[in-house]
Structures are given as C-alpha cells and as structure tokens.
T-cell receptor, first 114, second 113 residues
Framework: AQTVTQSQPEMSVQEAETVTLSCTYD???????LFWYKQPPSRQMILVIR??????QNATENRFSVNFQKAAKSFSLKISDSQLGDAAMYFC???????????FGKGMKLTVNP | SQTIHQWPATLVQPVGSPLSLECTVE??????LYWYRQAAGRGLQLLFY??????ISSEVPQNLSASRPQDRQFILSSKKLLLSDSGFYLC????????????FGPGTRLTVL
C-alpha cells in the first residue's frame, strides 16, 4: 500500500528560528507531485508548497522551502524565520498511484513560541 | 479567481437524523470534487470523489452517499446518522487532471449526539 509517513507528531520552534518538518512516502510512480498543507486552528486546509518530482530544483515559496530527495523518497519542509502565524498542523500528501486521490500523512503539530 | 464554499459551517444532529452538506465551487468548470472526513486529532480520510456530473467514486463503505447534481455542486448525504459520523468534513476541488493541486473549502463541523 502506498503510504505517507510523518514521524514527528509534534514540534516546537522559537519565533524567528528555522524548523524542518519531515515526510517520507512510498510510491512506484516516477512522475508525481508532492504537497505540504497547513491546517491552522480554523481547520481549513491551506496549500503551503508543491514539488514536482521530475524537477531537480527544490520548490520555494517565500519562507517555505522543501528538501526533496527522490531516491530516498523524502520530502521535508523547512520554515525559515518562523512566525506565530505558522503555528498549525502540517500535512504531507501525494497522489495515490498518480490518480486524482491524495494520500495524506497523519500530520504534525507545530507550535511557535514567542 | 476560484472560490469554494461549504455550508453549514457547524451542525449538531441527533442520531438517526438525515444529513445534507453542500459544497459549491465558483470560477472554474468541470472541476474534480472531493469529500474528506477528519476525525479529531487525525489525518484526512477520502470519502468520495467525482470527475464529472453524476460520476461518483466511493472510497470507504459507510452510511454516507454523495451526489453531483450540477457541474460545480457536490453534496454529501446520509439517511440516518450514526455517532461515528461525527467529525470535520472538508470539500476540495482540483482542475481536471491526474495530479493537480487540491484546494479545500472551510469545512463543516458535524456533531452527532
């Protein structure tokens, strides 16, 4: 079965510091997307960043960047200059078997300390 | 720009009562549509998805059903709610295609008493 694993259920970071959230996945596909979603207390899922597996370059969106290691099937999210508003649940996801269906990890709760 | 709406935002229903949650998308045509459920403190579970009007795929056997009466409308229903149906229900859409990004609505918090 194809799976997504977020091994750290919770993390905390000091405001303005950097934190890295880990994610590993298992797929037999060669071309796919990977996603990080954020779920703040409002519970709406918000797309943080998307990585295309065929691209060598790691995706970056402002303070958010990924470290994509295709061979290792690893897709970590780095948050730089952490802000209080970054506190949320973070979910890693990828399309199951290249289909329309996303498989989500169990999520990781990030706390940002002032 | 595209927007996705869900209503109601919050719902409290007795066991055995019917359910109807609605999701609509604006600003796009022929989207893929999805219903997810999130139990407290857990990840997302895909319930149904639809690639077109009248085309519904079910992922999890349960007492819930979904319908897509119009291109941009997706409805989640139940004839008789169970306690285990409590949770947070999220609707999402994506552009037609195998691996496109899914965009989520604000969700509905359902409590079955």
């Amino acid at each position: 079965a194809q799976t997504v694993t977020q091994s750290q259920p919770e993390m905390s970071v000091q405001e303005a510091e950097t934190v890295t959230l880990s994610c590993t996945y298992d797929t037999s596909e060669s071309d796919y997307y990977l996603f990080w979603y954020k779920q703040p207390p409002s519970r709406q899922m918000i797309l943080v960043i998307r990585q295309e597996a065929y691209k060598q370059q790691n995706a970056t969106e402002n303070r958010f960047s990924v470290n994509f290691q295709k061979a290792a099937k690893s897709f970590s999210l780095k948050i730089s200059d952490s802000q209080l508003g970054d506190a949320a649940m973070y979910f890693c996801a990828y399309p199951q078997g290249g289909s329309e269906k996303l498989v989500f990890g169990k999520g990781m709760k990030l706390t940002v300390n002032p | 720009s595209q927007t996705i709406h869900q209503w109601p935002a919050t719902l409290v229903q007795p066991v055995g009562s019917p359910l109807s949650l609605e999701c609509t998308v604006e600003g796009t045509s022929n989207p893929n549509l999805y219903w997810y459920r999130q139990a407290a403190g857990r990840g997302l579970q895909l319930l149904f998805y639809s690639v077109g009007i009248g085309q519904i795929s079910s992922e999890v056997p349960q007492n819930l059903s979904a319908s897509r009466p119009q291109d941009r409308q997706f409805i989640l229903s139940s004839k008789k709610l169970l306690l285990s149906d409590s949770g947070f229900y999220l609707c999402a859409w994506s552009v037609s295609g195998a691996t496109d990004t899914q965009y989520f609505g604000p969700g509905t918090r359902l409590t079955v008493l």
